[in-house]
T-cell receptor
């Protein structure tokens, strides 16, 4: 069974541009989470989608947005990129219900220059 | 809101030493609790979980017990190896399904 896949693996953008990151969940999973991991340590919660709806968002500015498609894949958009947006962006998917853990993709490394 | 607090690292140990990483949580309702591990240069892997009070999760020699009375989920391993060097994250999935992580604890095991 395929795991969570994220694309692209690496992305280099110029300050002020827009970035689009994609995530395909494990088959059957309806929840998708997005996290930002800067400095190789802590995970900052960005967004959570379930059944096509945004359920919660973290403490990030509105230029971070996303959506979940009918096939449960998801997209994270970052507008007006800033240097401090450089980080590893991780996507995770899960079944609905709080007794299930989430499974992570390998991440997209976004570098803003 | 729900939150997870775990001990700061780095934790440096010799091979075969006993490892404990403390994790406490704040949550309403009945959350599930998880430990994840991130090896250098890799993504996060689910290590173990517990879904109700007094449950013990275990995997690869690691154990953690869901203690509702102390709101804790400490990770333990009796004899660590160099290959256990990684960052360990405690996480909580609350009643509404949101998955919340602690700050992570780096563990360094020396030969």
């Amino acid at each position: 069974e395929a795991g969570v896949t994220q694309s692209p693996t690496h992305l280099i953008k110029t300050r002020g541009q827009q970035a689009t990151l994609r995530c395909s969940p494990i088959s059957g999973h309806t929840s998708v989470y997005w996290y930002q991991q800067a400095l190789g340590l802590g995970l900052q919660f960005l967004l959570w989608y379930d059944e096509g709806e945004e359920r919660n968002r973290g403490n990030f500015p509105p230029r971070f947005s996303g959506r979940q498609f009918p096939n449960y894949s998801s997209e994270l958009n970052v507008n007006a990129l800033e240097l401090e947006d450089s980080a590893l962006y991780l996507c995770a998917s899960s079944w609905a219900g709080n007794s299930y853990g989430a499974f992570f993709g390998q991440g997209t490394r976004l570098t803003v220059v | 809101g729900d939150s997870v607090t775990q001990m700061e690292g780095p934790v440096t140990l010799s091979e075969e030493a006993f490892l404990t990483i403390n994790c406490t949580y704040t949550a309403t309702g009945y959350p599930s609790l998880f430990w994840y591990v991130q090896y250098p240069g890799e993504g996060l892997q689910l290590l173990l979980k517990a879904t109700k009070a007094d449950d013990k999760g275990s995997n690869k020699g690691f154990e953690a017990t869901y203690r509702k009375e102390t709101t804790s989920f400490h990770l333990e391993k009796g004899s660590v190896q160099v290959s256990d060097s990684a960052v360990y994250f405690c996480a909580l999935r609350g009643s509404w399904g949101k998955l919340q992580f602690g700050a992570g604890t780096q563990v360094v095991v020396t030969p």
